[in-house]
């Protein structure tokens, strides 16, 4: 016997209403992992890009470091040298008797001088340099000086001079100055890199 019509339309209602649930709950899922899907990507995303540039500052960071060590140490390398001309210097302000008589009796072969010329030097190393270039301690007989040439009649002024250390050669046409600061500094520039290399080629 056939079911009425109404109660037909009713199960028919309920098996329909039950696939839409269905789908319905399907559809749902789908959608919730499509977008827990798509948040996955994008945090896995933002993760890697997070990664990365935290990757690069660390790097960035132990670049510097690293450029900054070695800048350091260039600097130091720098000083070492320089320190060891500054030592030159100290040691040539404080040369005296035969040691300072050689100095100065080479750095005048070195030039072309008439021998007539007169020395000065400051006030401070007057008495130095009188007892190192005469025997008798007078300036006007520099005979441990003058004796290294036969043209050589050199005699020292009391007038001073502007050179701290070093002497000046005077004549009527020129000055001849012999500072010992700058003779350092010059053989600085001119042999720096290689005792810089001398030094340092191990490292």
């Given at each position: 016997m056939?079911k009425?019509?109404?109660e037909?339309i009713?199960?028919?209602?309920?098996?329909?209403?039950?696939?839409?649930v269905?789908?319905?709950?399907?559809?749902?899922?789908r959608?919730l992992?499509?977008?827990?899907?798509d948040l996955?990507?994008?945090?896995?995303?933002?993760?890697a890009?997070a990664?990365?540039?935290?990757k690069?500052?660390?790097?960035?960071?132990k670049?510097?470091?690293?450029k900054g060590?070695?800048n350091?140490k260039?600097?130091?390398?720098?000083?070492?040298v320089?320190?060891?001309?500054d030592?030159?210097?100290v040691?040539?302000?404080?040369?005296?008797g035969?040691?300072?008589?050689?100095?100065?009796?080479?750095?005048?072969n070195?030039?072309?001088v008439?021998g007539?010329?007169?020395?000065?030097?400051?006030?401070?190393?007057?008495?130095?340099?009188?007892?190192?270039?005469?025997?008798?301690k007078?300036p006007t007989?520099?005979?441990?000086l003058?004796k290294?040439?036969a043209?050589y009649?050199?005699?020292?002024?009391?007038e001073?001079?502007?050179?701290?250390?070093?002497?000046?050669?005077?004549?009527k046409?020129?000055?001849?100055?012999?500072?010992?600061?700058?003779?350092?500094?010059?053989?600085?520039?001119?042999?720096?890199?290689?005792?810089?290399?001398?030094l340092?080629?191990?490292?």
């Amino acid at each position: 016997m056939k079911k009425p019509i109404f109660e037909r339309i009713k199960e028919e209602a309920k098996k329909e209403a039950a696939l839409l649930v269905t789908e319905t709950k399907a559809e749902a899922k789908r959608i919730l992992k499509a977008g827990k899907d798509d948040l996955d990507a994008k945090n896995a995303a933002e993760l890697a890009s997070a990664t990365a540039k935290s990757k690069e500052r660390v790097a960035n960071f132990k670049d510097r470091n690293e450029k900054g060590l070695e800048n350091y140490k260039e600097q130091v390398r720098q000083e070492i040298v320089s320190d060891i001309f500054d030592e030159v210097a100290v040691k040539l302000a404080g040369i005296e008797g035969q040691e300072l008589l050689k100095f100065v009796t080479n750095l005048i072969n070195k030039e072309k001088v008439k021998g007539d010329e007169i020395m000065h030097v400051s006030r401070r190393n007057f008495k130095k340099f009188v007892a190192a270039l005469s025997s008798s301690k007078d300036p006007t007989k520099l005979d441990l000086l003058n004796k290294a040439n036969a043209k050589y009649n050199f005699t020292l002024s009391k007038e001073p001079t502007h050179v701290v250390e070093g002497f000046l050669l005077s004549a009527k046409q020129y000055d001849l100055i012999f500072d010992f600061n700058e003779i350092v500094s010059i053989y600085q520039r001119a042999h720096e890199q290689r005792i810089y290399k001398k030094l340092f080629k191990d490292e």
